[in-house]
């Protein structure tokens, strides 16, 4: 029989694989809070300053850069025929109105 | 004890077993490692988009006014500012001046917003680490804009907002008010739309709806609906990520399906001899399962880590193709890493579990026959 076991080196793998996902799970955002804290302060404030309601995440098209403040047609809205091509588009929720 | 050292020797047995089939086994652990990778990937971008999105957006204003005519986002008449400043509980009315503008050289949209007071001159502005990164300016300390009569526009680069406010301000161009109205050429009673504070916040909704009533062909937007779509736009459930998701889960399906629908000829053998040796059945569904876990336990402990290190290390650079469209600019931002540990115990509860018993199926179909025939 070998010296070491092969169930006991899955073991130690599995082990070790656990250990550092808990350890990024728990240890690395505690690490990095102090730091991305401040700079969520930032941001924070210049949401508050600057009177922003959206995320600057899709640019192309004005509903998807503001989807809080597009309208439903407005993706539609270059003729009445118009299709909404943006590939964003696909992937931005219409904004939620009451009752809709 | 004797249990322990029990499933001891089958993991042993298993490890052995898969060896003999190194190069179908690796592959299938590199497919599951993927499988794994790209869920928890979405998992952790959604989850961590949506906390930062919900935490910057509890500041926006709590009530915006827009006017619509036809349908679309029209300019309001500032007299509507005084009318609503008439409504009891309304503490202020300010007016809002933004607009996009589209810059040919980079083939991008920019955000052009006034914001008074402004600190710098007429011909100053306060620019996003992404105009700068593609502005693309042969003299980099200034802007060239084209206003609504074709008159050329120059502005001085007075101040850039840091590098960690891009995923709000990434594409802003902050001007004063006069350069903003010479710019695109907003008449001087008109404004983009309009923020209203609430002495009582409880008091919004009732307040937008007389707002709705005085001036019917306006649209009031909360802050709560603010929060609710970007909830909703990051929920794990709906907009993009399942988009991103249903490819994963399905690539997973056909993979687990392909594992349940059968064995090959050199795994039947096996099973025979094990049952012609004096293995039990439960033996042969004891080493079976621990056949999955060995499997679907690295492939689910190295996909999470892989993800982890892919969205809060790497800043997600396999979704920014994704949520960059056909878009020029696209903020570079360090997202805070959030885990929800519920999320976690469900992905390992969908993908560990289910394959360790779906790899039990054929087997147990082999050995409840007779091992004579199995080895046949």
């Known amino acids: 029989m070998p010296l070491v076991r092969k169930s006991d080196l899955w073991l130690a793998l599995v082990g070790a694989s656990a250990a550092v996902l808990l350890l990024l799970l728990l240890a690395h955002p505690a690490f990095v809070a102090k730091r991305l804290r401040e700079k969520q302060q930032e941001r924070k404030g210049l949401v508050r300053e600057l009177q922003l309601t959206d995320l600057c995440l899709f640019t192309e098209a004005s509903y998807t850069r503001h989807p809080t403040q597009a309208d439903l047609h407005t993706p539609f809205q270059d003729h009445p025929m118009s299709l909404e091509h943006f590939p964003s588009g696909s992937v931005v929720m219409p904004p939620h109105f009451p009752g809709s | ?376």
């Open chain 2, 1 to 376: 004890m004797k249990w322990v050292e029990r499933q001891r020797y089958f993991v042993d047995f298993t490890l052995s077993s898969l060896g003999r089939r190194k190069g179908k086994n690796a592959s299938l652990l590199l497919v599951y490692t993927l499988i794994v990778f790209l869920v928890s990937s979405v998992m952790f971008f959604s989850s961590a988009l949506r906390k930062e999105a919900l935490t910057l957006l509890d500041e926006a204003p709590e009530m915006i006014v827009q006017r619509t005519l036809a349908g679309r986002h029209e300019l309001v008449p500032l007299r509507y500012a005084k009318e609503i400043r008439g409504i009891r509980g309304v503490r202020s009315v300010e007016a809002r001046l933004w607009g996009y503008y589209y810059h040919p050289a980079s083939r991008s949209n920019y955000t052009v917003m006034a914001r008074e007071p402004f600190e710098h001159g007429d011909d100053e502005a306060v620019v996003g680490d992404g105009v700068l990164r593609t502005w693309g300016t042969s003299s980099g300390n200034q802007l060239t804009l084209r206003s609504h009569s074709g008159e050329a526009i120059v502005l001085k680069i007075a101040e850039t907002f840091s590098a960690s406010s891009d995923l709000v301000a990434s594409d802003l161009i902050l001007i004063s008010e006069t350069a903003f109205r010479r710019l695109t050429g907003l008449p001087e009673d008109f404004a983009t739309d309009l923020v209203v504070v609430v002495r009582n916040p409880a008091e919004c909704q009732t307040i937008a709806e007389k707002i709705n009533r005085m001036l019917p062909d306006t649209r009031p937007i909360l802050r709560e609906e603010i929060l609710r779509t970007y909830a909703s736009l990051f929920d794990w459930r709906s907009g993009y990520v399942i988009v991103l998701l249903s490819g994963a889960v399905l690539a997973f399906f056909i993979f687990a399906w392909d594992k349940a629908t059968g064995l090959s000829a050199e795994e039947r053998a096996e099973i025979g001899i094990l049952k012609a040796l004096g293995w039990d059945t439960s033996d042969i569904l004891g080493m079976k399962f621990w056949e999955g876990c060995v499997v679907s336990l690295i492939g689910f402990l190295a996909g999470t880590i892989l993800a982890y290190l892919h969205v809060f290390f790497a800043p997600a650079p396999l979704f920014a193709h994704a949520l960059k469209g056909w878009a020029i600019l696209y903020p570079t931002f360090e997202l805070n890493p959030s885990v929800d540990l519920y999320q976690i115990g469900i992905l390992f509860f969908l993908t560990v579990f289910p394959y360790a018993f779906v790899t039990m199926i054929p087997a147990w179909r082999v050995a409840i026959t007779d091992p004579d025939e199995v080895m046949r």
